[in-house]
C-alpha cells in the first residue's frame, strides 16, 4: 500500500529540533547541533518530542535509563499485542549534523501520523522509540540506551557513568526531568525498524531512494602497546635504539595493508585503521620509548575480521623479532556482524515498490540502535542518502525529498507489519 506522507509536518519537526543546541556558523551549508544527553538542549529536544508524540495521540513513557516511548493503540487493535516498533535517536557528537537520529525519529512519528491520516486502524499497537545516548559522546561507548534495554547493559552500570564533569547518568537525567522506571523492553516486541542516514556515498551514487541494511558489520577494537627504549635524540647513535614509534609505523601501514589484502581476495566490505597513536614521551628530541595504538577492525564476516587481527598480530611478532621491541595486544571491544530480519527487509522491500520507491540492499560499516535490538526480536535498518556521504559534521545533509520518501517506505512497513492489510488497510491499499 502507498501511505503519503506529509514532508512539510516532518522536515517542520526536523528542523525544530535542529535548533535544540544549533551551532551557530557563516557557513550556509553547515548545520551544526550538539545535543549532548543530560545538557539543556538535550531536554529541549526531548520536550518537544514528547509534545508531538502527544499531539500524534501517543501515550509516553520514560524509561530508567530515560529512553523515550510512544505507543499508539489504534481502535480496535489488541492492546496486548506484541507492538511494532519504530525509532533512533536524539542525541548527537558535538558540532554533529541535524539528520543523524532525529531523521529516524521524526520519521517514525511521522509514519504514525501517515497511518492515522490514512484512516488505517492497525491490529496491534505502534510504538515510537528514542533511545538515549546512542553516540557515546558524553556517558560511556554508544548503544546505551538500546544496549539496557535489551540486557546488553544492565541499568546500575549505565546510571552510575560519568560525563566529563562527574556527574553521574542518574543525576543528568534527574536533573533534565528524564528519569523515569521501568525498562524499555525490545524482546516484547514483534519488530522494530529504524531509519537513518546512510553516512556513506553508496545510495547517492547509484540514486536510489532507499538503502534496505543486510548486515552491520562487527566491529573489534584492539590497545596495542609497543615499548622500546627512550633515548637521547642526539646522543644515541642509529644502531644502537629501539624506537618505538619508527616500529609502530610499520604496524600502521601492516594492518592497512592486510585490510587491503582482505579486500582483494575475501570480503570487498573489510576495512581496517589504526586510527589512534599516543607517542611517549612525545618530545622532538626523544626517541620515542612507547607508543600505544587504536585499532579498528570492521566487516560483515566474523571471519575475515579474524584475519585481520591474526594479521596484526604477526606484524608485531615480526617488529619483536626485527626490531627487539616489546608488543601487547588487548582486545576491549568486540561485537560480531548483525544480520537484519530477512522478513522484515523482503516487508521494506515491498513497502519500496508500493511507493514508487527505488530500494538496494547494502551493509552497514556504523553501529546503530537497531544493532542491539536484533538481539532481542526482529530488526531491519533503512538507510536514506547522504550528501557526498558527509556525516557526524555539521554538513551532513539530506535533501527534504530524500527524507520524505525514505519515511514514506517506513510507513508502508509499519503498516504491514502492524496488520494494516486487514479489512480498513485493503480499502486504503486500493486508492
Ligand atoms: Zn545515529
Given amino acids: 500500500m502507498r501511505l503519503p506522507v506529509d514532508a512539510d509536518r516532518l522536515r517542520s519537526d526536523i528542523e525544530t529540533n535542529a535548533a535544540f543546541g544549533r551551532v551557530e556558523t557563516d557557513d550556509p551549508e553547515a548545520h551544526g547541533r550538539t545535543n549532548r544527553t543530560g545538557t539543556e538542549a538535550n531536554r529541549k529536544a526531548r520536550d518537544y518530542l514528547v509534545e508531538r508524540l502527544r499531539d500524534a495521540g501517543l501515550d509516553v513513557a520514560v524509561d530508567a535509563v530515560g529512553n523515550v516511548a510512544g505507543r499508539w493503540v489504534p481502535n480496535g487493535a489488541d492492546p496486548d499485542a506484541a507492538p511494532v516498533a519504530s525509532g533512533s535517536h536524539l542525541d548527537s557528537v558535538p558540532d554533529g549534523g541535524i539528520f543523524d537520529g532525529p531523521l529516524g525519529v521524526y520519521a517514525a512519528v511521522e509514519a504514525v501520523r501517515a497511518i492515522r491520516d490514512a484512516g488505517i486502524e492497525p491490529d496491534r499497537p505502534v510504538l515510537v522509540s528514542s533511545f538515549t545516548e546512542e553516540e557515546g559522546s558524553t556517558f560511556g561507548d554508544g548503544l546505551l540506551g538500546s544496549s539496557v534495554a535489551t540486557g546488553e547493559t544492565d541499568a546500575e552500570t549505565a546510571l552510575a557513568l560519568e560525563n566529563d564533569a562527574g556527574e553521574t547518568l542518574a543525576d543528568a537525567l534527574s536533573r533534565i526531568g528524564y528519569r523515569g522506571e521501568g525498562l524499555l523492553d525490545p524482546a516484547s516486541w514483534d519488530c522494530f525498524f529504524e531509519l537513518h542516514v546512510e553516512q556513506d556515498t553508496v545510495l547517492e551514487s547509484a540514486g536510489?531512494?532507499?538503502?534496505?541494511v543486510t548486515t552491520i558489520t562487527g566491529i573489534t577494537h584492539c590497545v596495542v602497546e609497543i615499548m622500546g627504549e627512550a633515548n637521547h635524540a642526539g646522543a644515541t647513535a642509529m644502531d644502537d635504539r629501539t624506537d618505538a614509534l619508527a616500529a609502530a609505523s610499520e604496524f600502521v601501514l601492516d594492518v592497512e595493508s592486510a585490510a587491503n589484502d582482505i579486500v582483494e581476495t575475501d570480503s570487498e566490505t573489510a576495512v581496517g585503521t589504526v586510527g589512534s597513536l599516543s607517542v611517549s614521551p612525545n618530545a622532538t628530541n626523544v626517541v620515542p620509548g612507547c607508543v600505544a595504538c587504536g585499532v579498528d577492525v570492521r566487516d560483515v564476516t566474523r571471519g575475515s575480521m579474524e584475519e585481520i587481527v591474526s594479521a596484526a598480530h604477526e606484524s608485531l611478532a615480526r617488529l619483536e623479532r626485527n626490531r627487539g621491541v616489546e608488543t601487547t595486544l588487548d582486545r576491549p571491544f568486540h561485537v560480531d556482524p548483525t544480520g537484519m530480519s530477512d522478513r522484515l527487509r523482503t516487508v521494506a522491500h515491498d513497502a519500496a515498490a508500493d511507493a514508487?520507491?527505488?530500494?538496494?540492499?547494502?551493509?552497514s560499516g556504523a553501529a546503530h540502535d537497531a544493532m542491539r535490538v536484533a538481539g532481542a526480536t526482529d530488526a531491519a535498518l533503512l538507510f536514506a542518502p547522504s550528501r557526498d556521504g558527509v556525516s557526524h559534521n555539521p554538513r551532513e545533509w539530506t535533501d527534504w525529498g530524500d527524507c520524505a520518501a525514505a519515511t514514506e517506505v517506513l510507513a508502508?512497513?509499519?503498516?504491514?507489519?502492524?496488520?494494516?492489510?486487514?479489512?480498513?488497510?485493503?480499502?486504503a491499499g486500493s486508492t
Avoid at 508502508?412 to 480499502?427: H, S, W
Fill in 208 to 212: 536510489v531512494d532507499v538503502g534496505v
Fill in 356 to 363: 514508487g520507491r527505488s530500494a538496494i540492499d547494502l551493509h
Fill in 412 to 427: 508502508g512497513a509499519l503498516a504491514e507489519m502492524a496488520g494494516a492489510a486487514g479489512a480498513t488497510g485493503a480499502e
